[in-house]
């Protein structure tokens, strides 16, 4: 039996119609920016593999380091006990976001650090004796997959089957730079009834909803809002982090800084499963009692785990290189030069880009939808070209890992031009 025949028997595949989706590509090696599948057949990672993949598969710089601490210390609890990488990461993180963060609290993914940071705003609250109920979040949100994470992303879509055990959740439209000013409003005035905890966003790109982009100067003024407010804000960065907006992090295109910040993905080089939700003093301090009930009463088994903290400071390691600078600008020059080129050209409705992050959004003649059958097309087309790209629908997007060449950048908008021109409608 092959590998896929072996699969389809027993693996249940994340975000997959099991019984219309095509048969998955069986990758059996992968080695910097490339796949490599059961005939020798090579794909380019155009994706980083759900944007993990930062800086390439099997760089020996960061597996260096997970053999290293493997030597050491594999695994140890972190309620009671620590180890030396779970606080050099903490350190380093601290010192490579902007200032003010002085907390870092860990968990194993995006959605658990989105989890996470939405318990310490319910709990901030409830410790200082004020408990607030509402949070605010933007239409097209997407922060994961566990229950608080999904009560604040975007209704009546991926999630419909569990909506009626979410949490309330107010939302703002979608902010277009046209509608800044009535998104602006409209969180002044539901801001003003006191009753919100806090507001969570994806930073300058939702990655679900299609790579909708929107502009830095928006998040400056909603958080001065939620500051006047007193509202905790939320930076769900675990997409937007490590480069991807061409900065570390969307928030350094910012003036002000938020109290939360989610991140992950990137974060161990897409080698080992990492969360972290990094806060200021003040939100920590609230947690400090006599009473052990005010604590923060969350933790996970694989918590702090020393090989991926161990992978995070050497992905850490490699993102301080002027390589990888280099390589990041590289990267948003050359999305910038086809972007270019293309505009004006083909079927399209949209084209977007914010540093490595370039979308192109096809006119399908209707609302744009994740369930778009260009999709199907279009993975037919890049797979058999050697391209692990995976649209969102009707809009195809490209975040490659940073040592992806030029020529290897090349052959991506080549064959994405080939679709546009040929198969997109
Ligand atoms: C903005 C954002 N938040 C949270 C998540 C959830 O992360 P994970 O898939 O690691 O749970 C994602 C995943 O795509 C994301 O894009």
Redesign the pocket.
Known sequence: MSLVERDKKVVWHPFTQAQTERDPLPIVKAEGSLLYDEEGKSYIDCNSS??VNVHGHGHPHIRKAINEQFKEIDHIVLAGATHPKVVELAERIVDTLPTGYSRVFYSD??????EVAIKMVMQYWFNKGTPKKRFLALEGA?????FG?MSLGQRGYFNKPFEDFFFQADYLPFPSQENEEKCLQQADKLFSTGEFAGVIV?PLV???AGMQMYRPEFLNKLMKIAKSHEVLFIF?????GWGRTGEMFAMNHCDATPDIV?L??GITGGTL?L?LTVTKEPIFEAFLDEDKMKALLHGHSYTGNPLACAAACATLDLFETEESKSNIQRICDQHEAFVNKIKGKYNLRDLRQCGTILAIEIEIGEGSSYFSNVREKAIEHFYGNGMLLRPLGNVLFLNPPYCTTNEQLEYCYEKIEEFLKEKAV
């Open positions: 759900w944007w993914n995006g959605s658990t650090a989105v997407y922060h994961g997959d566990t994470a994806e939702q990655g679900s769900d960065e675990v997409m937007t989610c992950s993905k499963p969360g």
